[in-house]
């Protein structure tokens, strides 16, 4: 079967030096390997990975597949400025969240006492310190490696403002003081983190909300998810998971 390469090309992720390639549900790994190989003649890259469409578990992390170059899956990624050293197989990534990333980065306030729920390896935390100056983000994660990689990357980017910390982002949001600003990235944890979150700001503080939204045909998600989440005052679909289930973000503004 033809690999349609025009269409497989445009998909394809560079991450600093390695080349991730999502592997379609209709072709056989060993025709991967070979187009593997041409990534690498045609391009810079020194390992490439095929990346499947699943994402499970705790860490939201999906399967990935060793296809050229490198068996080497750790590498310094740069995003707006920052740079970033992470795996991808052992924390959650994805380019598609690089606008957000700096949308939500770009709302955070000087001065503001911020908590960042599920932040991975700190892209959104960091780049909101280097470009807003708030008092403190504290950043929270239950993997591991994320923890590991965040505080790594709080060094490479003198981000020292950032607070990584390692646990359940509910209950170490719990034991936090009331906050100005909470990010919480991850749409399937939505409703709890929404009530939590609404409970640990203060007045007139701001949620910034990933959402999972189910609409019927004509349904607009956007709507659909404000309506769910009473406070919202603008959103936008982040992407389609599948017919008829988008994800969503939403800002939410805690009533004074």
């Given at each position: 079967m033809s690999l349609g390469k025009s269409r497989i090309w445009k998909r394809i992720e560079i991450i600093g030096d390695i080349a991730v390639i999502p592997i379609p549900f209709e072709y056989e790994i060993s025709e991967l390997k070979k187009y593997a190989e041409e990534v690498m003649e045609r391009t810079k890259v020194k390992s490439v990975w095929g990346r499947k469409r699943d994402v499970s578990g705790v860490y939201r992390l999906p399967t990935y597949l060793h296809l050229a170059g490198e068996a080497?899956?750790?590498?310094?990624?740069?995003?707006?400025?920052?740079?970033?050293y992470l795996d991808i197989r052992k924390v959650f990534f994805s380019e598609k969240l690089s606008y957000e990333h700096r949308r939500i980065a770009e709302k955070v306030r000087p001065g503001e006492r911020v908590g960042?729920?599920?932040s991975g390896f700190g892209p959104i935390s960091i780049l909101a310190y280097k470009l807003r100056k708030p008092e403190v983000i504290y950043s929270i994660d239950i993997n591991?490696?994320?923890y590991y990689f965040m505080m790594v990357n709080v060094e490479l980017?003198?981000?020292?403002?950032?607070i990584p910390m390692y646990g359940?982002?509910?209950?170490?949001?719990n034991q936090l003081e009331p906050l100005d600003?909470?990010?919480s990235p991850l749409p399937e944890r939505d409703s709890e983190a929404y009530q939590l979150a609404l409970s640990k700001l203060k007045p007139g503080g701001y949620l910034h909300l990933f959402a999972e939204?189910?609409?019927k045909r004509g349904e607009d998600p956007v709507r659909k998810a404000m309506a769910t989440f009473p406070g919202a005052i603008e959103g936008r679909v982040v992407r389609s998971v599948n017919p008829g289930k988008y994800h969503v973000i939403l800002?939410?503004?805690?009533e004074v």
């Open positions: 080497r899956s750790d590498t310094i990624y740069r995003e707006h400025g920052c740079s970033y960042n729920l599920f591991p490696y994320a980017n003198d981000a020292y403002g950032v359940d982002a509910f209950v170490r949001l600003r909470i990010i939204v189910e609409v800002d939410i503004r805690k």
